[in-house]
């Protein structure tokens, strides 16, 4: 049920609407899509006297000069020097250096992490010391600018960030948002947001399209720790690389403290204290340096929202996605078997995990034609803004106030009411963000948290039956 263009158009802002088919250009680069559509929007802006053919063709070569594959690193850096000045589009971050009174600017693409930034720009920009910001970078080769040196050798090189365009999504009214929702039915709204995302809706029952936007829940939701187990290629990275500017997707690896809490040696902040969410694809190939204090580190985070780590103490909102991949789905057994073998066995961590996506229900994502939107349906820019800011909304006292849990056998723990809670608030900022609820919807709501919630206990049950009773989480509406 793709929403009707005129109806679409009426209710956002030609800014905030793009052809989903054109947006698909991302395919064919390596950007994420919430920036291929921006620049793809912008490009198309300046260019309305060309045909649309030569506007890709032309957008595909400005992409390959300003966005340069890692091959073309050293070629970049020639001609940084040999002409003084460059541009680049890049996730630039900058650090801040207490010992030299310094700030080191981070281009990934170029593996460049000891550059520098004029102070001006910086205070113009302060996001860049926040985790980063996508834009497009002007270089300049200066072999003028200060470095600071220890022992007689120069800690950085040469080349200084002069100017930035960021790439941010204009106009961002989370009110207005939420007002025109009402102008949606049910149907057409979560058509509207799987379109967003960049696929059809039409590849899924309506069943699917519940689990396929319950991946949004770490998204709006502060502090939510969700598992998805499913075949590969249905979209579960796509989501996390490609929806979000705030998000971080670690695929496989290595996983330390000092990249998710702290780091003492650098002195610099992990990515919990700068990120919406981190999400963790094919966790049965994740390593974790010195597990036990990383698991014991999670586990008080997830429990509490509070870390610490050497002399950093802090509080953080960050949500966790933990992903893995099965070819069938046998049970439960299938769940805790794609986990890492630091946290398959902790039922202490299981307990604090949110709920678990149903992601096998997926059936893979096929040929592009059929399986990405050809609809026109919202910015993915400006979607990642709106999901970002409805992490300010809270609709758990709501829930509460309309919905009562309990247990059939014995009572839900504190844990189990409070994960229901957290993920009923989560999926009513997705389907029904203006808190605009009849009791069909508290009941649909009710049964979906409870369910997301009931694949934890159960799990819990099976690994320690004496401590965990075989119970269902069970509601009703006031």
Same mark, same amino acid.
């Given at each position: ?5 005129? $109806?679409?158009?009426?209710n ?50 400005? /992409? ?15 001609? %940084? %020097?040999?002409e ?12 801040? &250096? ?9 281009i ?12 001006? /720009? ?19 080769? &200066?072999?003028?600018?200060y ?7 120069? $800690?950085?090189?040469?080349?200084? /960030?002069?100017?930035?365009?960021? @790439? ?8 207005? @948002? /939420? ?10 709204w ?38 998805? %187990? ?15 500017s705030y ?44 597990? &036990? ?26 949500? @966790? ?32 995990l ?7 229900e ?43 849990l309990?247990?059939?056998?014995? &009572? ?31 009941? @649909? ?27 269902? %989480? ?5």
């Open positions: 049920m793709t929403v009707n263009n005129e $109806k679409l158009k009426e956002f802002e030609s800014m905030h609407i793009i052809n989903k088919w054109e947006g698909n250009l991302h395919e064919n680069n390596r950007l994420p899509r919430f920036i291929t559509e921006y620049l793809y929007q912008d490009f198309v802006k300046k260019h309305e006297n060309m045909d649309k053919e030569t506007i890709i063709s032309q957008f595909y070569k400005f /992409l390959s000069l300003r966005y340069p594959e890692k091959r073309e690193r050293e070629n970049i850096k020639h001609k %940084i %020097i040999s003084k000045e460059y541009a680049i589009i890049d996730e630039y971050n900058v650090t801040t &250096d207490l010992k030299h009174n310094y700030y080191w600017l981070n990934p693409s170029l593996d460049i992490d000891n550059a520098t930034i004029y102070q001006e /720009l910086l205070e113009k920009y302060d996001a860049l010391l926040k985790g980063g910001m996508w834009g497009i970078g002007f270089l300049k080769y &200066d072999d003028m600018i470095i600071p040196e220890e022992n007689g050798i120069k $800690k950085g090189i040469p080349v200084v /960030l002069k100017d930035f365009v960021p @790439f941010q999504s204009v106009n961002t009214d989370l009110d207005l @948002f /939420l007002k025109k929702r009402e102008k949606f039915t049910k149907e057409e979560i058509d509207l947001l799987i379109n967003s995302i960049g696929i059809n809706p039409d590849i899924y029952t309506e069943r699917q399209k519940i689990v396929f936007l319950s991946r949004l829940i770490p998204l709006v939701g502060n502090n939510m720790y969700t598992v998805e %187990i499913g075949q590969r290629a249905t979209g579960k990275s796509y989501i996390y690389r490609n929806i979000s998000t971080r997707l670690i695929a496989g690896g290595t996983v330390s403290p000092a990249m998710l809490f702290y780091n003492i040696t650098s002195r610099r902040a992990g990515e919990i204290t700068i990120r919406d969410c981190i999400a963790f694809d094919e966790i049965n190939r994740i390593h974790f340096y010195n597990p &036990d204090e990383v698991s014991s580190k999670l586990k008080d985070y997830m429990d509490s929202g509070n870390f610490e780590r050497g002399l950093m103490k802090g509080k953080s909102t960050c949500s @966790f996605v933990f992903m893995g991949n099965c070819k069938k789905f046998d049970g439960m057994s299938s769940i805790v078997d794609s986990l890492p073998e630091v946290i398959k066995d902790d039922t202490a961590f299981i307990d604090r949110s709920g678990i996506v149903p992601g096998w997926l059936s893979k994502l096929m040929s592009p034609e059929k399986s990405l939107s050809h609809a026109l349906a919202l910015r993915t820019d400006y979607l990642s803004a709106i999901l970002h800011m409805l992490r300010t909304v809270n609709y758990e006292e709501k829930f509460n106030d309309k919905v009562e309990y247990g059939d056998v014995t &009572d839900i723990s504190i844990r189990d009411w409070k994960a229901v809670t957290r993920n009923a608030s989560a999926i009513i900022k997705i389907i029904y963000p203006d808190g605009k609820l009849n009791n069909v919807d508290w009941s @649909f709501v009710a049964t979906y948290a409870s369910e997301l919630r009931s694949r934890v206990t159960e799990i819990l049950h099976a690994k320690l039956p004496e401590e965990f009773k075989n119970k269902k %989480i069970l509601w009703k509406v006031k």
